[in-house]
């Protein structure tokens, strides 16, 4: 997984879904809120990833969930805002639990 600067690496039995919802909180909990994409769109971010692993519309909130990702990586003022969707672009995607249709499901 990318990390916000570097590369993060797991065993198979970590749940990548978790970790991108971490990734998301850790923004919503650390942003200084001077900027709407950060400060909103982490809160709403862990939002949509919470209704992804519970299975709730899978395909329509991964696509809201990607366009909210592509406004806070263009459209933050600092690092904290625009990196966050790196981690989250590359967990979600290579989970196995994320194939469309299919309802995500934390391990935690
Ligand atoms: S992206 Fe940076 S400036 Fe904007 S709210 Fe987050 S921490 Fe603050």
Do not use: N
Not at 29 to 39: A, F, H, N, V, W
Request: negative net charge; hydrophobic residues 40%.
């Amino acid at each position: 997984m990318l990390g916000h600067g570097g590369i993060v690496v797991f065993d198979d039995t970590v749940d990548m879904a978790a970790q991108a919802r971490f990734a998301m909180e850790f923004c919503a909990i650390e942003s200084c809120g001077k900027c709407t994409p950060c400060r909103i769109g982490s809160t709403r971010g862990v939002e949509l990833i919470d209704k992804i692993i519970a299975g709730e519309r899978t395909d329509e909130h991964m696509a809201i969930l990607m366009d909210l990702c592509e406004v806070m990586a263009d459209a933050s003022l600092c690092a904290m805002g625009g990196l966050t969707p790196l981690p989250v672009r590359s967990a979600l995607p290579t989970s196995p639990r994320t194939s469309p249709g299919t309802p995500l499901r934390s391990t935690a």
